[in-house]
């Protein structure tokens, strides 16, 4: 009978030991997901909700960051910048001096009031200058043109009208590019331009003129658009990336629905934003169907389900977006900033490449020779990490993504012609996004695809580093008169081409 009862109370203890172990590792794993959700939660804070956004980190913050570890990163010393100027001992700002000599000059001059009185016996020996910057509004004018009509023995002459931008329209060409530039690089919505047409200029411009004025200024915009996409086409390596935009679909009442401006462009080429109303894979897959070459992207999936289906095109990774990753696991783990601190080194080596202004065949020897050691170092470095890595933490993250793509994220080695990223792209999609706060959203989906033509042509114009308003005032002038197989030379990077000719051909 004892022997019965020792047994039951043997089994007794062993159930309860059973369940003392199932309730603590029930407790870790809890622990464990609470701490991995309150990270992702900060993280989540800080990103949306004024934190601070720069990935990069400078040297201070990487020694703090890497107190009690190991010399496990080697920080490089960087070069003060020289922002201030010493005088009598103490430092004051430099103040950054405008380029004056491009700008209209008024000279005002300021006698005193005894010269005025009496000018006799006053001798000038000196002068005292103080400049300052004025705004002289701009004006609208009323251009009429006169055409005289004749007749001779029956016959009439008269002369005809020259092709204007839009027929039958009041709108010249300066003003119609006023309009656009305003609208779409300045983020000016028409009823607030209306506003100022009326209280600046005394013009009355309704803002339902203005846009009749912009859907047909996009109208006659869309031979250079094409032209634009049949040159990125032609070549063998784009980059693209997408932004996302509220529009209002006549059928759907009561709430905007989301659509999207796809971008592509080449480095130093002309930028073309291409306008869907999803993010489906059909959108990258229509406009790339006779691409073939190299497609630098971001990790989003339908990029990679694209190549992997075609078999023709070859990813290239970004590396500012896996940076990315790293820089927020920066709140949960002081190791993430040792991988930041690799990464760093190879945008180091891209830096010293773009001041020495390295063409294709030195970036490639450079990278290899500089870049290529600190990619091994890395990959080592995350196969090991990441076995001793939640898979659900930022860092765990941060390695998965990295890893997967790394074949696409090593292609920059090979060529020279390749970039580290795609910040060129996301840059050129930066402006669209300010303005969405300001319009909030696109009134039609048709209305997308005449944002999509405007939105190429000003953002190739920044690409290029060509003024906006003249660009599209020389067009609008011009373009009605041209013939079909004259528009490859209204595209920006044409258009500034020309324009660096005659430069030199004046200087000549």
Same mark, same amino acid.
């Given at each position: 009978?004892?022997?019965?009862?020792?047994?039951?109370?043997?089994?007794? #203890?062993?159930?309860?030991? +059973?369940?003392?172990?199932?309730?603590?590792?029930?407790?870790?794993?809890?622990?464990?997901?609470?701490?991995?959700?309150?990270?992702?939660?900060?993280?989540?804070?800080?990103? !949306?909700?004024?934190?601070?956004?720069?990935?990069?980190?400078?040297?201070?913050?990487?020694?703090?960051?890497?107190?009690?570890?190991?010399?496990?990163?080697?920080?490089?010393?960087?070069?003060?910048?020289?922002?201030?100027?010493?005088?009598?001992?103490?430092?004051?700002?430099?103040?950054?001096?405008?380029?004056?000599?491009?700008?209209?000059?008024?000279?005002?001059?300021?006698?005193?009031?005894?010269?005025?009185?009496?000018? #006799?016996? %006053?001798?000038?020996?000196?002068?005292?200058?103080?400049?300052?910057?004025? @705004?002289?509004?701009?004006?609208?004018?009323?251009?009429?043109?006169?055409?005289?009509?004749?007749?001779?023995?029956?016959?009439?002459?008269?002369?005809?009208?020259?092709?204007?931008?839009?027929?039958?329209?009041?709108?010249?060409?300066?003003?119609?590019?006023?309009?656009?530039?305003?609208?779409?690089?300045?983020?000016?919505?028409?009823?607030?331009?209306?506003?100022?047409?009326?209280?600046?200029?005394?013009?009355?411009?309704?803002?339902?003129?203005?846009?009749? %004025?912009?859907?047909?200024?996009?109208?006659?915009?869309?031979?250079?658009?094409?032209?634009?996409?049949?040159?990125?086409?032609?070549?063998?390596?784009?980059?693209?990336?997408?932004?996302?935009?509220?529009?209002?679909?006549?059928?759907?009442?009561?709430?905007?629905?989301?659509? !999207?401006?796809?971008?592509?462009?080449?480095?130093?080429?002309?930028?073309?934003?291409?306008?869907?109303?999803? =993010?489906? =894979?059909?959108?990258?897959?229509? /406009?790339?169907?006779?691409? =073939?070459?190299?497609?630098?992207?971001?990790?989003?999936?339908? !990029?990679?389900?694209?190549?992997?289906? =075609?078999?023709?095109? $070859?990813?290239?990774?970004?590396?500012?977006?896996?940076?990315?990753? /790293?820089?927020?696991?920066?709140?949960?783990?002081?190791?993430?900033?040792?991988?930041?601190?690799?990464?760093?080194?190879?945008?180091?080596?891209?830096?010293?490449?773009?001041? +020495?202004?390295?063409?294709?065949?030195?970036?490639?020897?450079?990278?290899? @020779?500089?870049?290529?050691?600190?990619?091994?170092?890395?990959?080592?470095?995350?196969?090991?990490?990441?076995?001793?890595?939640?898979?659900?933490?930022?860092?765990? +993250?941060?390695?998965?993504?990295?890893?997967?793509? @790394?074949?696409?994220?090593?292609? *920059?080695?090979?060529?020279? $012609?390749?970039?580290?990223?795609?910040?060129?792209?996301?840059?050129?999609?930066?402006?669209?996004?300010?303005?969405?706060?300001? %319009?909030? /959203?696109?009134?039609?989906?048709?209305?997308?695809?005449?944002?999509?033509?405007?939105?190429?042509?000003?953002?190739?114009?920044?690409?290029?580093?060509?003024?906006?308003?003249?660009?599209?005032?020389?067009? /609008?002038?011009?373009?009605?008169?041209?013939?079909?197989?004259?528009?490859?030379? *209204?595209?920006?990077? &044409? %258009?500034?081409?020309?324009?660096?000719?005659?430069?030199?051909?004046? &200087?000549?």
């Amino acid at each position: 009978m004892a022997c019965v009862y020792q047994c039951e109370l043997m089994n007794t #203890d062993t159930t309860l030991l +059973q369940k003392v172990d199932d309730l603590s590792a029930r407790v870790v794993a809890l622990e464990t997901e609470n701490r991995l959700l309150r990270q992702k939660l900060d993280q989540y804070i800080r990103h !949306y909700f004024g934190g601070q956004r720069n990935e990069g980190l400078d040297k201070h913050q990487l020694e703090l960051l890497l107190q009690g570890l190991p010399n496990i990163i080697t920080l490089p010393g960087t070069k003060p910048k020289t922002t201030t100027a010493t005088r009598n001992g103490t430092a004051h700002p430099i103040r950054r001096m405008l380029i004056e000599d491009k700008l209209e000059t008024q000279e005002v001059v300021i006698e005193p009031v005894e010269v005025q009185a009496q000018p #006799d016996g %006053w001798k000038k020996i000196s002068e005292e200058r103080t400049s300052q910057l004025d @705004w002289v509004a701009p004006k609208i004018i009323k251009r009429v043109y006169i055409r005289p009509r004749y007749v001779k023995q029956e016959k009439f002459a008269l002369a005809p009208l020259p092709p204007q931008p839009i027929e039958q329209g009041m709108v010249g060409p300066g003003l119609l590019a006023q309009i656009l530039v305003g609208k779409y690089e300045y983020h000016q919505p028409l009823y607030r331009q209306e506003k100022m047409f009326r209280q600046q200029f005394g013009v009355e411009l309704s803002r339902k003129t203005m846009g009749c %004025w912009v859907e047909q200024a996009a109208e006659l915009l869309k031979p250079v658009y094409r032209a634009i996409r049949e040159d990125l086409l032609a070549g063998n390596y784009l980059q693209a990336d997408e932004t996302p935009i509220r529009y209002l679909d006549p059928d759907v009442k009561g709430k905007s629905q989301q659509g !999207y401006l796809w971008v592509y462009s080449r480095p130093k080429g002309d930028v073309l934003f291409e306008w869907r109303v999803s =993010r489906a =894979r059909a959108g990258p897959e229509e /406009f790339l169907k006779s691409f =073939r070459g190299r497609l630098q992207t971001d990790g989003y999936a339908a !990029y990679e389900s694209l190549a992997k289906a =075609r078999g023709d095109l $070859t990813l290239v990774g970004c590396w500012a977006h896996s940076r990315r990753g /790293f820089h927020e696991a920066l709140a949960e783990t002081k190791l993430a900033a040792w991988f930041v601190g690799q990464i760093g080194q190879l945008y180091a080596v891209e830096k010293k490449l773009r001041e +020495q202004k390295a063409g294709p065949a030195l970036r490639q020897a450079m990278r290899v @020779w500089q870049s290529q050691p600190v990619l091994n170092r890395l990959h080592r470095a995350m196969e090991l990490t990441r076995r001793k890595t939640l898979p659900q933490g930022l860092l765990g +993250q941060a390695i998965d993504y990295v890893l997967k793509r @790394w074949t696409a994220l090593s292609q *920059f080695i090979t060529d020279g $012609t390749l970039e580290i990223d795609n910040n060129g792209i996301e840059n050129s999609i930066r402006p669209s996004a300010l303005g969405k706060r300001n %319009w909030m /959203f696109i009134g039609h989906p048709e209305a997308g695809e005449r944002s999509a033509v405007i939105y190429t042509l000003l953002g190739s114009c920044r690409r290029q580093v060509i003024n906006p308003l003249d660009y599209l005032k020389d067009l /609008f002038t011009r373009l009605p008169a041209a013939k079909i197989t004259e528009i490859r030379q *209204f595209t920006p990077a &044409a %258009w500034a081409r020309s324009r660096a000719e005659q430069v030199v051909v004046q &200087a000549a």
